[in-house]
């Protein structure tokens, strides 16, 4: 089955801890976006690649980074600068039409 | 510059009852337009996209949206809820004809109620 999977479904961090979350598609998609969500806010872009080795910044990328070593993966990770990291994590693919097709999240919370 | 506004946080229906869930958009060029479906704590699920060959789009579950250019209008409808359709509806903008990979900006959502 084609799809997006991210991994794990719920992770704990403790104040100061770097956490990365995983996304992996195996659609044969070029681009793949990271989107934070929150409750009564939508969707937030963080980071975003159009291809392998190279990502740009979204709305919100502080406090974030990522890596895009092959066109599989694109994993997150929220680091100790990020200051109100709990939240729903979304990870999405897609090819040139502007279809994104979105993975099952990750719910991070901070302890 | 694109946004999306979508109107009324919460919309509550009865089972069987018109679903109506409203979204304007702003664009200074050409959009597509989407509706994405969110369950508790799943992904998001696309519904149904506009991509200027028809402006009655019809997409999963029944639903279906009309472009209004005029209006600057992309409004969800389905005849009859059922309350399974219970779930956080999103309306999304992307510019049309960019040649790349575009951002998607979306609206807050709409959650929709459905009651017996």
């Known amino acids: 089955d084609g799809g997006i999977t991210q991994s794990p479904k719920y992770l704990f961090r403790k104040e100061g801890q770097n956490v990365t979350l995983s996304c992996e598609q195996n659609l044969n998609h070029d681009a793949m976006y990271w989107y934070r969500q929150d409750p009564g806010q939508g969707l937030r872009l963080i980071y975003y690649?159009?291809?392998?080795?190279?990502?740009q910044k979204g709305d919100i990328a502080e406090g974030y980074s990522v890596s895009r070593e092959k066109k599989e993966s694109f994993p997150l990770t929220v680091t100790s600068a990020q200051k109100n990291p709990t939240a729903f994590y979304l990870c999405?693919?897609?090819?040139?039409?502007?279809?994104?097709?979105f993975g099952p999240g990750t719910r991070l919370t901070v302890l | 510059a694109q946004s999306v506004t979508q109107l009324g946080s919460h919309v509550s229906v009865s089972e069987g009852a018109l679903v109506l869930l409203r979204c304007n958009y702003s664009s200074s060029v050409p959009p597509y337009l989407f509706w994405y479906v969110q369950y508790p704590n799943q992904g998001l699920q696309l519904l149904l996209k506009?991509?200027?060959?028809?402006?009655l789009v019809k997409g999963i579950n029944g639903f279906e949206a009309e472009f209004k250019k005029s209006e600057t209008s992309f409004h969800l409808t389905k005849p009859s809820a059922h309350m399974s359709d219970a779930a956080e509806y999103f309306c999304a903008v992307s510019p049309m004809f960019s040649g790349g990979y575009n951002k998607l900006i979306f609206g807050a959502g709409t959650r929709l109620a459905v009651h017996p």
């Open positions: 506009y991509t200027s060959a028809a402006t």
């Open positions: 690649s159009q291809i392998v080795n190279d990502f």
């Open positions: 999405a693919s897609s090819m040139k039409d502007s279809t994104q097709y």
